[in-house]
């Protein structure tokens, strides 16, 4: 765990809500000073605490129309290499070790049931793949980072 203290909190706060802010006003709006802002921002980049600064996209406006979450069994001992080789492909958004009757859990984004059903075939025929459940997500009712 990093040490984080309440300056930290509150601009992680700020730029959580818009990181496109110039550092001035990113001071302003945490009450502090722009060296302090730039040297914390730095620090907590260093620190792995800020891992990047990213747009937030409507994938469906794009023209992605099938979200899925796609659960994977995997045997022998080989879930490192299978993640790493499904988290290579375009489509996907996540992979995560997960508890439970599945060891790996997919989140990935398709234009079309053709693109999912090609993915998932591909998915299928890696070695070391046993099974596979897809879930097409239908409504996004709240998707957003946990607020600090």
């Known amino acids: 765990m ?10 992680l ?10 550092l001035r006003k990113v001071a302003k709006k945490a009450g502090v ?11 907590l980049e260093k620190d792995g605490v800020i891992k990047n600064y990213s747009a937030v996209l409507d994938y469906e406006k794009l023209g992605y129309e099938f ?11 080989m879930l490192f290499q299978v993640e ?18 599945f060891d790996v859990m997919v989140i990935a984004y398709f234009k079309s049931r053709r693109s999912l059903d090609a ?12 099974k596979t459940e897809t879930r097409i ?8 980072q946990v607020k600090v």
């Open 2 to 11: 990093v040490p984080v203290d309440s300056v930290d909190f509150d601009l």
């Open 13 to 22: 706060r700020v730029i959580e809500k818009d990181a496109k802010l110039s």
């Open 33 to 43: 000073s722009v060296a302090t802002v730039m040297n914390r921002l730095h620090k």
């Open 67 to 77: 979200q899925a979450i796609i659960d994977v069994n995997v045997s022998k001992g």
């Open 84 to 101: 790493k080789k499904i988290a290579a492909h375009p489509n996907v958004a996540a992979v995560y070790d997960i508890t439970g009757h």
């Open 119 to 130: 993915f998932l075939k591909k998915v299928q025929g890696y070695e070391f793949v046993q």
């Open 137 to 144: 997500i239908l409504n996004t009712i709240k998707e957003e």
